[in-house]
C-alpha cells in the first residue's frame, strides 16, 4: 500500500507537473482554454491573489498526485467568509487511494483556521466517482448553477 501523501501549498517549481494536471482536468470537462487563461491561473494561484490558492498532494519523491484550488471570498449571509473549492484534480493513475478525500479534508482544516463557516463545491451531475466521495463526506443542496457569458 503506497504512503499517504503529503498535502501542501501549491508552489512556483510546480509549474510543470501542474500543468499536466490542469490540462488532464480540462480534458476530463471537454474544456479548452486559451494559453493565457492558464497562465492567469496559475499566477493567480501561485501569487494567492484575491482569495485564490492551491493545495497539492504529493508522494514521497515530490511528485504531484493531484490539487485542490480554492477561493475564500466574503457573502452576504453571514459574518465570516467562505471558502469554495473551484477545482479538484487527482491523477488518473492514482485514484482510488484516499488522494481527493486527504485534499478536501486539509481544505476543511485550513478554513476552519482561517476562520471560513463553510466549504462548498460544484460538480458536474454525470461525475459519478466524485459524487461518491461527496455524498459520503458533504451534503448535497437543491441549488441549481445559471450562468450568463459576458
Given at each position: 500500500m503506497p504512503a499517504a501523501p503529503r498535502i501542501r501549498e501549491l508552489a512556483d517549481h510546480d509549474r510543470e507537473q501542474w500543468g499536466r494536471l490542469w490540462s488532464a482536468y480540462l480534458d476530463f470537462y471537454g474544456q479548452r482554454l486559451s494559453p493565457d487563461a492558464t497562465i492567469s491561473a496559475w499566477e493567480r494561484l501561485v501569487a494567492r491573489h484575491a482569495g485564490m490558492g492551491g493545495l497539492v498532494a504529493v508522494d514521497g519523491a515530490d511528485t504531484l498526485l493531484g490539487f485542490a484550488h480554492h477561493v475564500v471570498h466574503p457573502h452576504t449571509w453571514g459574518p465570516r467568509d467562505v471558502c469554495y473549492l473551484e477545482d479538484l484534480m487527482v491523477d488518473p493513475a492514482h485514484r482510488r487511494r484516499g488522494i481527493g478525500r486527504a485534499l478536501i479534508d486539509d481544505l476543511v482544516e485550513r478554513a476552519r483556521a482561517w476562520g471560513?463557516?463553510?466549504?462548498?463545491?460544484?460538480?458536474?451531475?454525470?461525475?459519478?466517482?466524485?459524487?461518491?466521495?461527496?455524498?459520503?463526506?458533504?451534503?448535497?443542496?437543491?441549488?441549481?448553477?445559471?450562468?450568463?457569458?459576458?
Amino acid at each position: 500500500m503506497p504512503a499517504a501523501p503529503r498535502i501542501r501549498e501549491l508552489a512556483d517549481h510546480d509549474r510543470e507537473q501542474w500543468g499536466r494536471l490542469w490540462s488532464a482536468y480540462l480534458d476530463f470537462y471537454g474544456q479548452r482554454l486559451s494559453p493565457d487563461a492558464t497562465i492567469s491561473a496559475w499566477e493567480r494561484l501561485v501569487a494567492r491573489h484575491a482569495g485564490m490558492g492551491g493545495l497539492v498532494a504529493v508522494d514521497g519523491a515530490d511528485t504531484l498526485l493531484g490539487f485542490a484550488h480554492h477561493v475564500v471570498h466574503p457573502h452576504t449571509w453571514g459574518p465570516r467568509d467562505v471558502c469554495y473549492l473551484e477545482d479538484l484534480m487527482v491523477d488518473p493513475a492514482h485514484r482510488r487511494r484516499g488522494i481527493g478525500r486527504a485534499l478536501i479534508d486539509d481544505l476543511v482544516e485550513r478554513a476552519r483556521a482561517w476562520g471560513c463557516e463553510t466549504v462548498y463545491w460544484h460538480t458536474d451531475e454525470g461525475n459519478a466517482a466524485a459524487r461518491r466521495l461527496y455524498d459520503r463526506i458533504a451534503t448535497l443542496t437543491d441549488y441549481r448553477r445559471y450562468d450568463i457569458e459576458l
